[in-house]
């Protein structure tokens, strides 16, 4: 099985995981009730899988996907206003092929650039439980071995996705120092092979306050997109970089909603190259 493949296939069981009773009753409750604005969409009300292409060298990793942003849209960071801070700032870095992220079928495709969460259910309140983190760490670790023979950078967005990602890093096969380094916004840390950098989260709070403003998104962006050999020789170059995403494709049907992190056959618990 190629590394498109294997992707496809693991996208598709992220899709049909129902392993943590609370974020299950959350997200489809929300699919259920709506908010007024998108009273006429029909919300994909499950696990959100990760955007961009199979051989992406840098790999984006956020929180986990908003109540009405991905869980409504099926795609990462697509439909809210945090996704609308990261795709401007990867448009301008010359990693994405348009500024805006509204819907799973816009055409957006990501240039050497894939972008996941540790978490992939809405959680209520924006805030998984280190339990429900943990269970959903078998996703990451997955997408990140599938992802190795062309990995070689990766930002993680914020201190939860910090915290999450050090150890699926970890458990992956990449040697994590130890004591862990700590969280802090642009911090580079080498590991083999890759080189992994934090930001601040593109949170409304943050972004709103000016903590994390457009100017350090897109420094740090360009720092890692550097690491991973995806230098642009202009910021409005928009030649696709190895494989683009591919654009207007919804997320994957998922598989039976028997299927969980938990419970699932053997073809979902481990996805092979």
């Known amino acids: 099985m190629d590394d498109r493949s294997a992707l496809t ?3 598709r069981c992220v899709a049909g995981c129902r392993a943590c009773p609370r974020l299950v009753e959350w997200r489809e409750e929300v ?3 709506k908010r007024a ?3 006429d969409w029909t919300y994909w009300g499950r696990p959100v899988p990760g955007f961009g292409p199979a051989d992406a060298r840098l790999v984006i990793i956020g929180l986990a996907p908003a109540a009405h942003g991905g869980n409504r849209t099926g795609r990462m960071f697509t439909g809210d206003r945090s996704g609308d801070v990261l795709y401007q700032a990867l448009y301008d870095v010359g990693l994405a092929s348009q500024p805006t992220s509204v819907s799973a079928d816009d055409g957006l495709e990501l240039y050497g650039v894939r972008v996941t969460a540790p978490v992939h259910c809405a959680p209520p309140a924006n805030k998984p439980t280190p339990g429900e983190r943990d269970t959903c760490r078998l996703w990451l670790v997955q997408e990140l ?3 190795r023979p062309t990995l070689r950078a990766a930002l993680v967005l914020g201190a939860f996705g910090w915290q999450a990602a050090l150890p699926a890093f970890a458990e992956a096969g990449w040697a994590v120092p130890r004591p862990r380094p ?4 642009g911090t580079r840390v080498p590991l083999d092979g890759l080189d992994l950098f934090g930001c601040f989260h593109v949170s409304q709070r943050n972004t709103f306050t000016g903590r994390l ?3 350090m998104l897109r420094a740090v962006l360009s720092a890692a997109a550097d690491a991973a ?3 642009q020789p202009s910021l409005r170059s928009r030649r696709p970089l190895l494989h683009p995403s591919p654009a207007g494709s919804p997320p994957p049907p998922p598989p039976s ?3 969980s992190a938990g419970s699932a056959p053997n073809r979902c618990r481990t996805v092979e190259r």
């Open 9 to 11: 296939r693991l996208d």
């Open 31 to 33: 699919a259920r009730t």
């Open 37 to 39: 604005a998108f009273a």
């Open 145 to 147: 071995r599938l992802l």
């Open 182 to 185: 700590a969280f802090a916004h």
């Open 213 to 215: 403003t457009p100017e």
């Open 229 to 231: 050999g995806l230098r």
């Open 257 to 259: 909603p028997s299927a």
